[in-house]
């Protein structure tokens, strides 16, 4: 029975412990001294911090998470077969609401995109039910495989953005009945335009003017994309990009610093590459199909710096006010330009905005899920939905 007790208190603590620190702070040690107890019991059971976040999720987070993606599926089910879409709108609005669980669930599903241990994990459960809820055969169309895959793209980034406070305003509740009525449309699937975005594939300048700290920078997010954050130091940075730790400190106070100033570089340029390479496509195919074609290019294999860094700046804003104000102001400021294009508030409000960033967050995770997810007809979702937001500027 003690032992039982003490597997229920080491799960609760490890839980609570990667919901609130992270993944820096998630230490066998800190868990143990927050049971109240030596660190020997814990190590009796999990060999290393990987191997104690792995049976977290096996045994705590992961299988809630599973429960909610079934809900979702459940939900989009009911709505697509009866009309009635209340109940997928409250699964996702439970996203948001999240708890203890769910966030620690949030932190190891990004986590996986740089440990193998975390990966073999979620791999076990959700990857396959992931899989099979979004991959075409016999029984399942492609546009309704793109149907499901879009709404998990929805539930994960809800899941996301949870703690971001704009996220937390009932606008969003507001918002989502637009994206559920896409979501059940009986729109079909049109090929798509063959636009590869390049862009993606090249790193953007991030100092123009110092080709020294443009490597540095540069390097800094080849390294976070590549092992995440808390896998790849200071030094490791410097000497990829020749150079010394010391030089890194006259720069910059600390990693997360230089960090911060290369994630906000790197949104600035990659948003003004974007939205040239989405005008183009909006002006010739309209702004459904663009969307599409987006989450299409981002999804593509290969990609996958990209998407992990995206989502590792939003994890290390969880743990970090710093970080979050960073990110909060990028979101903002980014609002911002987009209001400037004339009648943009009445086409997408404030609560589709947050929606939008939820969405380009969940549809960046589902690739190392299903990496097949790119070849989807993601149109029967975004045209229809894009429709009701151009519907809303005529008079």
Known sequence: MRAVRNTELMLDSSTRALAANGW???????????MGISERPVRNRAKNRPDLAAITWTERSGPLLVAAVKRCMAGINQARETGDSADLCSALMAMLSRGVELDAAAELLICSNFDPDVAEAVDADLAPLVRRLITPGKSLSPDDAARAAYVLSLAFGLLFMARYP?????RVGEALPVWVAALTSDATAQPLPKRDARHIDVSPVLAADDPALDALLSSTLELVGTRGFDGVTVAEIARQAGFTEGLVFNRYSSKLDMFIDATRRQNEAGWKLNHKFV???????????????????????????GRNMALEQVRMAWHDPDLATAARTQMDDFRADLLKRPGWGVIETEGDFTINIAVSLGTYALPRLAPNCFKLPWDVVTVPLFATFEARAKP
């Open 24 to 34: 820096a702070s998630f230490t066998l040690a800190r868990v143990a001294r927050e």
């Open 166 to 170: 704009r996220a937390q305003s009932k």
């Open 279 to 305: 005008q183009a496509l909006e002006d010739d195919f309209g702004q459904g199909i663009a969307e599409a074609v987006m989450i299409r290019e981002a999804q593509k294999p290969g990609r996958d710096l």
